[in-house]
């Protein structure tokens, strides 16, 4: 029998270096969906608007872009809950210290809208590459690397 519900889908903890530059705009999965997945982003260090923070695009998990963005600067040991499918970015560490975050996903099983192989089977991976290697140069040699490795 298949499961269904939720799962606990993955756990990272994310380093913004001093003089990181801005991340490009992304959304954690690539399909919308009744509840697909829900992202939780713990700051392990105060997330204030010159050391990395995340920002939102508003609406952007509903398809509507209302032209502007919203910083989160929660306190330190805040929790914030966001639709992964919400379009967002990490912008500059313009500060002296690292910035750690700890992200949790949470997703519903039978609604396969990520990266991963069980999302969109054996694969998933190789289109992923293939997809970041025709978009990004840099990304292009990185695999080159990994392929020769």
Same mark, same amino acid.
Request: with cysteine; glycine share 10%.
């Given at each position: 029998?298949?499961?269904?519900?939720?799962?606990?889908?993955?756990?990272?903890?994310?380093?913004?270096?001093?003089?990181?530059?801005?991340?490009?705009?992304?959304?954690?999965?690539?399909?919308?969906?009744?509840?697909?997945?829900?992202?939780?982003?713990?700051?392990?260090?105060?997330? &204030? !608007? +010159?050391?990395?923070?995340? %920002?939102? =695009?508003?609406?952007?998990?509903?398809?509507?872009?209302? #032209?502007? /963005?919203? &910083? !989160? +600067?929660?306190?330190?040991? %805040?929790? =914030?809950?966001?639709?992964?499918?919400?379009?967002?970015? #990490?912008? /500059?560490?313009?500060?002296?210290?690292?910035?750690?975050?700890m992200y949790y996903e949470f997703e519903t099983r039978g609604v396969?809208?990520?990266?991963?192989?069980?999302?969109?089977?054996?694969?998933?991976s190789a289109h992923m590459m293939a997809f970041r290697a025709f978009?990004?140069?840099?990304?292009?040699?990185?695999?080159?690397?990994?392929?020769?490795?």
């Open positions: 029998a298949e499961e269904t519900g939720p799962f606990f889908g993955r756990i990272s903890l994310i380093k913004t270096p001093p003089g990181s530059g801005l991340q490009k705009h992304h959304r954690d999965i690539n399909f919308p969906g009744p509840l697909a997945q829900v992202t939780v982003q713990v700051a392990l260090t105060p997330l &204030v !608007a +010159n050391n990395g923070p995340l %920002s939102y =695009v508003p609406g952007s998990h509903r398809m509507i872009t209302p #032209g502007y /963005e919203i &910083v !989160a +600067n929660p306190p330190l040991g %805040s929790v =914030v809950l966001y639709d992964s499918f919400c379009e967002h970015h #990490g912008i /500059e560490n313009h500060c002296a210290y690292d910035r750690y975050a396969f809208s990520g990266y991963t192989a069980s999302h969109f089977g054996p694969q998933s978009v990004d140069a840099d990304l292009r040699q990185w695999v080159n690397h990994i392929q020769a490795s």
